[in-house]
């Protein structure tokens, strides 16, 4: 039997969105950080894929940047980029290049989806330190290291990923599908990458509604209930908020 969302959440008749949708959760916050003179860097923007839909739902509306902001910076390691509509720069580079921005330009950078494909870590912490403002915020949505996603995945080889979203999420796109790596997805990982000595750790957990249930109305009421059963880093989601914090002047420095 294939699931009707609207009878599970009567309340997405009025704005499209449910009470657990973690895309208006996560970017709901992210706008609240915006100010219209930032400027904001998406971190493996990818090709905008909601934005394709002509639906123009509340969702997409939080997630579009552009507009709200002086600039948005879109990043990726894919050309598909290039078919970004709502970014007003695109860079395709390599992993383990720079960042195309200069030190302390930005004043946020936003990565949706990303930091479970990350290799290297050390690395793009360091890009992110840099690029960004005193003040700045580093803002993420990725899966959990402990949660089901994060823990299924981690058992499963990269090579069987595609085949088996075909079955859980037959409306995605080969074309995005991504290695994972979860090297940046724990507190720990934040923890050890960001210093708290040099950022303000804001992050914290949450369980969306179900997203990998392959339309079946069983499947998700299981997960919808092992989600209601867990805390903490066994959530689901990961949702980092990091700020970086001004540094010190020098004992003896001149003011």
């Not at 990350?118 to 960004?132: F, N």
């Not at 914290?204 to 009421?221: D, E």
Request: charged content about 20%; overall charge neutral; some cysteine.
């Amino acid at each position: 039997m294939s699931l009707e969302l609207t009878k599970l959440y009567p309340e997405m008749c009025a704005g499209a969105y449910s009470r657990d949708d973690g895309g208006v959760h996560f970017f709901s916050r992210v706008n609240a950080l915006l100010r219209p003179q930032m400027t904001v860097m998406d971190l493996g923007a990818g090709r905008g894929v909601i934005f394709h839909t002509g639906a123009n739902n509340y969702y997409e509306r939080l997630a579009r940047l552009q507009g709200k902001v002086e600039r948005v910076i879109g990043v990726d390691v894919d050309d598909g980029i290039l078919d970004h509509p709502y970014l007003d720069e695109r860079h395709v580079v390599e992993a383990t290049a720079p960042l195309p921005a200069g030190d302390e330009s930005v004043d946020l950078v936003v990565s949706d989806w990303v930091l479970e494909h990350i290799v290297d870590p050390e690395h793009i912490a360091a890009e992110i330190e840099r690029v960004l403002k005193p003040g700045g915020w580093f803002c993420a949505r990725t899966p959990s290291h402990l949660g089901y996603v994060g823990t299924l995945v981690r058992l499963i080889p990269n090579a069987f990923h595609t085949r088996i979203l075909r079955h859980l999420q037959p409306w995605r796109a080969v074309a995005s599908v991504f290695p994972t790596f979860y090297r940046l997805n724990s507190r720990n990982a934040l923890n050890r990458y960001f210093p708290p000595a040099q950022w303000r750790n804001s992050s914290y957990t949450f369980n969306p509604a179900p997203k990998y249930y392959g339309n079946s109305n069983l499947l998700f009421h299981a997960i919808a209930f092992y989600q209601r059963l867990t805390w903490g880093p066994f959530k689901t989601d990961l949702y980092v908020f990091l700020q970086k914090l001004p540094q010190e002047a020098p004992a003896g420095a001149a003011h």
